[in-house]
């Protein structure tokens, strides 16, 4: 490393670092090359409520780099107070108090950010009516115009910022970047990891033959907490629609249902949920020996697509119409499009229903959907953190 910097990372995050979080945040890698690792967490600091909530249930990961920090001024102090420059691994958004330490971080090192999440994304869908009771409601109307202009400044300041560097997947993740004060880093989504270390393993569990859903924890996911949003679907409704759905699409098909739940899922507290076998943390495996896939717009469908399954993508009637819902339904069809796909309206199936067409494969939409989506054509196939800490000690060596 050059003397101006010692190797040192440290991680800027908003949401508490669970086990999951630890090994998708490659700090082993960094270790393992010899770099001191530190994760700054600001939790508390920007969603304090969700913090009280989230300390109690013990999915906080024990590492001893773990830094919470609860006042803004201790954060900056530690920041500013830095012996030599570090590279800082920004997390952040871009609420008032990451616009304050996302400036002392520059000001003390180098700042990488990740662009491996981007998915389908269709314009939103504006109806008179649903404008019409947003104008004569007020107190509504101040909702969705303040959460309106939020996001909207979050996206000016994201458009306006260049970091360091800028950790890629597909193609899609590259547009808009100021190449004159970014420098690329091409690697691949989190979950491409996966699919290097486990496509050609055996599962230890007999899947095959199954029909996999893949849960995105609709109902209960903690961010809803976290950004305060309500929750897209009700227990009440989405539970025994899909349950009903899973169970007549797996007659026809002849297949065992499976459920690959959401890794930050807790259904065993949950009175209301599938009535199906519920598997945690073994989506890849499931998917992998799977016949069929079936979900909403779920990130492990990436999974599916690299490894050429048949996918059936799935809606009800709430998630179609609910104001809530609003923003999961247009997610869910634009992949539709993207991949070619219709999408099947779990109130709305009957024992004559042929899916036959749902499990025809377009290659060509796949194998575009991984160069957009998940991995550019010529980057390589080592692990992502392996990319980016070897980029990193070349430029700083």
Not at 33 to 47: Q, R
Not at 106 to 127: D, F, H, M, S, Y
Not at 345 to 351: C, E, G, Y
Request: proline share 3%; glycine share 4%; hydrophobic share 40%.
């Amino acid at each position: 490393m050059s003397s101006k910097y010692q190797k040192q990372v440290i991680y800027l995050v908003e949401s508490p670092l669970t086990e999951r979080d630890f090994n998708r945040f490659g700090i082993l890698n960094w270790i393992n090359h010899g770099w001191n690792v530190e994760v700054f967490d600001l939790t508390s600091l920007n969603a304090p409520e969700f913090w009280e909530h989230i300390k109690k249930d013990n999915s906080i990961f024990n590492f001893e780099g773990l830094r919470i920090f609860h006042n803004i001024n201790e954060l900056l102090f530690e920041i500013s107070n830095l012996k030599n420059k570090v590279i800082f691994i920004d997390l952040l958004n871009f609420r008032n108090i990451n616009i304050k330490v996302r400036k002392a971080a520059r000001a003390n090192g180098i700042i990488v950010n990740l662009r491996l999440g981007n998915i389908p994304k269709g314009q939103t869908e504006i109806k008179f009516i649903e404008l019409f009771k947003v104008l004569i409601n007020p107190f509504f109307f101040f909702k969705k115009m303040n959460a309106f202009l939020k996001n909207k400044l979050y996206q000016t300041r994201a458009k306006k910022f260049n970091p360091d560097y800028l950790v890629v997947g597909g193609t899609k993740s590259m547009s808009g970047v100021d190449y004159r004060k970014t420098s690329i880093i091409k690697a691949h989504n989190f979950d491409y990891d996966y699919f290097i270390e486990k496509e050609n393993k055996k599962s230890k569990k007999n899947n095959h033959g199954s029909l996999v859903f893949l849960d995105e924890d609709a109902a209960f996911h903690l961010d809803y907490m976290r950004l305060k949003i309500k929750p897209f679907v009700t227990p009440d409704n989405y539970y025994p629609i899909i349950n009903n759905g899973l169970n007549k699409i797996a007659k026809l098909l002849n297949l065992k249902i499976k459920i690959a739940a959401h890794p930050r899922s807790n259904y065993e507290t949950k009175p209301i949920k599938f009535k199906f076998p519920i598997e945690k943390n073994n989506t890849f495996d499931l998917i992998r020996d799977a016949e069929v896939v079936m979900g909403h717009s779920s990130t492990a469908l990436q999974y599916a697509i690299l490894l050429k399954k048949p996918i059936i993508l799935v809606t009800t009637d709430e998630i179609q119409k609910a104001y809530y819902a609003k923003h999961w339904k247009q997610l869910i069809h634009s992949l539709a499009i993207t991949l070619g796909k219709k999408v099947i309206n779990l109130d709305h199936i009957s024992d004559q229903n042929n899916f036959q067409d749902c499990l025809k494969v377009d290659h060509k939409k796949y194998e575009l959907y991984v160069e957009n989506f998940i991995k550019s054509k010529g980057s390589s196939e080592k692990k992502l953190w392996d990319i980016v800490i070897e980029h990193m000690e070349k430029d700083f060596h």
